[in-house]
């Protein structure tokens, strides 16, 4: 019965790899989120999608590419890893971008610990 | 965007006290307000909203209240237990398009037994 998944919930890789976050919702959400939480706990908002379509990058490297095969879906590739990039990243959803404020309350996924060495 | 600050970034009550965290926002267009709750480890769970057509709302030992005109909004946790410590979260929705939250840097709250 879980809300927001995210897998893995830990990764461990060197400096240079790419890697790859999974997240699914079962809410039939329409907007999905991802947020980054760096080691002081700021919780920072990363890129927005809606319907599959990304609203915002929140000025994202472009070494960043969130993709949303489907509306439940909404993964995050990460391309040649820094030092910089661990952090724990927490994926989101929504019901939707308008139609009152019911839609406005975002549920957040388990979180993925992300370090890189 | 929306710039929200967030304070204290600690605080240590004893238990059966009073708790208060305060919010401030930039952004006048901002118009919804949550308030996440973080436990060590544990992903951010929502604890209560406010609306910006709304001044207060309560929820058993958590209210919250609104001053839209100076911007700024506080969580009131009464009656404080070991349970509530966590770090605690103010949001402020900036509709740009796209619901996004801005979050506040987060309060570490310690109830102490």
């Known amino acids: 019965d879980t809300a927001v998944s995210q897998t893995p919930k830990y990764l461990v890789t060197q400096m240079g790899n790419d890697k790859s976050i999974k997240c699914e919702q079962n809410?039939?959400?329409?907007?999905m989120y991802w947020y980054k939480q760096d080691s002081k706990k700021f919780l920072k908002i990363m890129f927005s999608?809606?319907?599959?379509?990304?609203?915002i990058n929140e000025t994202v490297p472009n070494r960043f590419s969130p993709k949303s095969p489907d509306k439940a879906h909404l993964n995050l590739h990460i391309n040649s890893l820094e030092l910089g990039d661990s952090a724990v990243y927490f994926c989101?959803?929504?019901?939707?971008?308008?139609?009152?404020?019911?839609?406005?309350?975002?549920?957040f996924g388990p979180g993925t610990r992300l370090t890189v060495l | 965007g929306e710039n929200v600050e967030q304070h204290p970034s600690t605080l240590s009550v004893q238990e059966g006290d009073s708790a208060v965290i305060k919010c401030t926002y930039s952004?006048?267009?901002?118009?919804?307000f949550p308030w996440y709750k973080q436990e060590l480890g544990k992903r951010p769970q929502l604890i209560i909203d406010?609306?910006?057509?709304?001044g207060e709302k309560k929820d058993q030992r958590i209210a919250v209240t609104l001053n839209k005109t100076a911007k700024h909004f506080s969580l009131h946790i009464t009656e404080t237990q070991p349970e509530d410590s966590a770090v605690y979260f103010c949001?402020?929705?900036?509709?740009?398009?796209?619901?996004?939250?801005?979050f506040g840097t987060g309060t570490r709250l310690t109830v102490i037994p």
């Open positions: 989101a959803s929504s019901r939707g971008l308008a139609g009152g404020f019911s839609y406005n309350e975002q549920f």
């Open positions: 809410l039939g959400h329409d907007t």
């Open positions: 999608y809606n319907n599959k379509e990304l609203i």
């Open positions: 952004d006048s267009a901002s118009n919804y």
């Open positions: 406010i609306r910006s057509n709304v």
């Open positions: 949001a402020a929705l900036y509709q740009t398009g796209a619901n996004n939250l801005f």
